[in-house]
């Protein structure tokens, strides 16, 4: 049998935290979506202005770029994330191969967010503030779940990176999700100043 590993409390909490924002999200934005493809001049409530405009976001051809709502997705997936986190707070130990695949669904995860941010800032010109959510819990969840397949030996690194993971995981998502906040204010900068 093959090596295992579970998660401390902290972390099946966090994993459980990172998905159930992303399924309100998804759950939010599908709701909304529904309520677009009735009516073509709803404004959902999140449109605040020009720049926080979720209504922007929902009508572009990015929203659905597998042929169907992109939030359709994000309930599953996120599902998916809130039931492993809820098994491992219940003790539950999976094998090598659990934690690659769900590493795999996680880096899908943060690079598909990752080409959403971009479209959003400099295709779309808006922002939808559920999208903006599920963003900082994927990137959160693709940080922690690297972490503990670097730590465990599943994927492998050297030992200062298995060390650094070790001690200083929250770095790597506060400096991801600060870059992503300085291109966000920065690409809107004369908005937010003026």
Not at 39 to 46: E, R
Not at 75 to 83: D, E, H, Q, R, S
Request: proline share 5%; charged share 10%.
């Amino acid at each position: 049998m093959g090596r295992q590993a579970g998660a401390s409390r902290g972390l099946a909490l966090l994993i459980v935290l990172t998905g159930a924002p992303g399924v309100l999200a998804s759950w939010v934005i599908t709701l909304d979506k529904f309520k677009l493809l009735q009516d073509p001049h709803f404004v959902p409530g999140c449109s605040l202005n020009p720049v926080l405009s979720c209504g922007s976001v929902m009508k572009s051809e990015q929203a659905a770029v597998f042929g169907f709502p992109n939030p359709m997705l994000g309930l599953v997936a996120y599902g998916i994330v809130v039931c492993a986190g809820v098994s491992l707070l219940a003790g539950a130990r999976f094998p090598g191969w659990y934690w690659l695949l769900f590493e795999a669904g996680c880096l899908f995860g943060v690079g598909f967010v990752s080409w959403l941010q971009f479209e959003s800032l400099y295709r779309i010109n808006a922002l939808c503030l559920w999208c903006c959510l599920a963003w900082i819990a994927t990137i959160i969840l693709f940080w922690y779940v690297t972490s503990v397949c670097v730590r465990h030996g599943f994927l492998p690194a050297p030992h200062w990176l298995t060390a650094f993971f070790a001690e200083f995981t929250w770095v790597l998502p506060v400096l991801h999700i600060g870059v992503v906040g300085m291109l966000v204010l920065t690409r809107w900068w004369d908005f937010w100043t003026s």
